[in-house]
């Protein structure tokens, strides 16, 4: 008769795949209908972006718009339906192709455009009242449309732009300017994201490689040509040297993969999703460590944990939804309910619905307190540097604050235009303006007869020089043939 195994190795030969984390419970709660934005003309654009930006004050979504582009800025008390005729933003002569909010000053917003232009809006106080088409700057410096812009994470008034020109323009705001040109891209630019302290940047690009730059110098500090697993967007993940990016396997299934940003060689794991062809969106949130998967044109959230020892990637659960998102705008950390215990929260763009649906990630707790541990210190709304400290090489972590109740204090910094003058715009000695295309009929057709007045005044200018040429060529062979003064 045999032994019965005791308990001990029963217990040893049953191992659970359990893992002990306050984030397992995480559940998504979506907002009431009337806690919706309603009625809201949603951009058709094909364009892989979100098309939406939000921060505490303000909710800004890229409108479907006959001629030019634009976007409706509403105060997020606004919620329930829009009116038809709700004032917009509207300066754009091309369909605008993103759009971010300044970290740091509320009331400004970044945008950019077919027209080949980025530029600075800032929101009166309680939202549009008429429709604005005056920008407190306009920026010139791409030669073809702009697909990206980018603020930089810990320093005021510093902008990144990435053109289907195929290059990154670093923009300095206190003078309107760009000042630095990021030359290292051979294809349109897909994704920029920035570490914790803005010295790094990583990009993916066309061209299948996923790149990590030095922003300042534009230096390629590390490069992944990716065969197997077809890059679409990337996002540093926090302060742990680790990089996260989306695409699609050989086989066509999507995938993630995680990276050593000091050696991209080749991705510490990847891992297969399934088998849908839409772009998917990775979110991460430092705070917390956890990070969101969404898939463009289905209607799921998966959620995961990171953790710094292998397997690197636990997966938490997925919340589900029949309606498919074409973008998805998050909540910085400042603005979110910490009394309800939420962590995140995303705006949902829904195309077919006019619709924009706020989604709450909640850790379930029992408790009415603040919940110290799902909260720890986070990046404010305060710049630790400014542009000339930045542009001189100094790096600095974020200036972080506490969300517990009445900490909460409204940023001091206000916009100042600078007051600029017509003149060449030079960065690595290229004129950017020289390249600049016509955005309208009418500049075409006045570009078009400056072009033949020049060419005209050069052809007369050549031939004037060709007869002074044949004049100088003379006198020189009537000098040679004289004969010499003794």
Same mark, same amino acid.
């Given at each position: ?11 040893? $030969?049953?191992?659970?795949?359990? #893992?002990?984390?306050?984030? @397992? ?46 976007? /409706? ?12 005729? +709700?004032?917009?933003?509207? =300066? ?34 309680? !939202?549009?009242? @008429? ?12 030669? #073809? ?54 010295? /790094? ?16 110098? !534009?230096?390629? /500090? ?10 679409? @967007? ?14 699609? $396997? ?33 979110? +991460? ?21 990171? !953790? ?93 604050? $506490? ?25 690595? =000695? ?13 500049? /075409? ?10 060419? @005209? #005044? ?29």
């Amino acid at each position: 008769q045999k032994a019965k195994p005791s308990a001990f190795a029963l217990q040893m $030969s049953w191992r659970p795949q359990y #893992r002990s984390s306050k984030f @397992r419970n995480v559940y998504g709660k979506v907002a009431s209908r009337e806690h919706c934005f309603d009625g809201i003309p949603i951009t058709k654009n094909v364009h892989d972006n979100h098309f939406c930006a939000v921060n505490a004050r303000f909710l800004a979504i890229v409108t479907e718009s006959a001629g030019g582009g634009s976007f /409706l800025v509403i105060p997020l008390e606004q919620t329930g339906r829009i009116e038809p005729n +709700y004032p917009k933003v509207c =300066g754009h002569q091309g369909n605008v192709l993103d759009i971010k909010w300044n970290p740091f000053i509320e009331n400004i917003i970044a945008s950019c455009s077919e027209d080949t232009s980025v530029r600075i809006w800032e929101i009166p106080e309680g !939202g549009l009242k @008429r429709n604005m088409t005056e920008a407190v700057l306009e920026l010139y410096g791409h030669s #073809r449309r702009v697909g990206l812009v980018e603020w930089h994470p810990t320093t005021n008034n510093i902008l990144f732009s990435a053109g289907y020109d195929y290059k990154v323009l670093i923009w300095n705001l206190d003078i309107g300017e760009p000042v630095k040109m990021i030359d290292c891209h051979t294809d349109v630019i897909l994704c920029m994201s920035f570490n914790t302290d803005g010295s /790094l940047l990583a990009t993916t690009c066309k061209d299948k490689k996923l790149r990590v730059v030095e922003p300042r110098s !534009g230096r390629v /500090l590390q490069e992944a040509s990716c065969k197997n697993h077809r890059v679409n @967007r990337v996002v540093f993940l926090g302060s742990t040297k680790r990089l996260l990016t989306t695409g699609v $396997s050989r086989w066509n299934t999507r995938q993630i993969a995680l990276w050593d940003q000091e050696d991209l060689s080749m991705p510490l794991i990847e891992e297969e999703i399934d088998g849908l062809s839409g772009l998917l969106f990775p979110f +991460y949130d430092a705070d917390t460590h956890m990070l969101y998967l969404a898939g463009k044109g289905d209607g799921n959230i998966r959620y995961y944990e990171i !953790g710094s020892e292998k397997p690197y990637l636990s997966y938490l659960m997925e919340f589900r939804s029949p309606a498919p998102q074409k973008g998805l705008g998050v909540m910085p950390k400042h603005g979110l309910d910490v009394t309800a215990c939420e962590v995140f929260r995303f705006y949902k763009l829904v195309t077919l619905k006019g619709l924009i649906e706020p989604i709450s990630m909640i850790v379930p707790r029992r408790s009415e307190t603040y919940q110290e541990d799902i909260y720890p210190m986070t990046p404010g709304t305060e710049p630790a540097l400014t542009p000339d400290e930045w542009l001189s090489g100094v790096n600095r972590d974020p200036i972080l604050m $506490s969300l517990k109740e009445g900490y909460k204090k409204t940023s001091k910094i206000v916009f100042k235009a600078p007051v600029r003058e017509k003149r060449s715009v030079v960065v690595n =000695g290229i004129d950017l303006l020289e390249n600049v295309p016509p955005r309208t009929e009418n500049e /075409l057709l006045r570009m078009f007869f400056r072009q033949q007045d020049e060419i @005209r #005044r050069l052809k007369d200018e050549l031939s004037q020089k060709d007869i002074r040429i044949r004049q100088l060529q003379l006198e020189l062979k009537n000098l040679r043939n004289s004969p010499k003064n003794n």
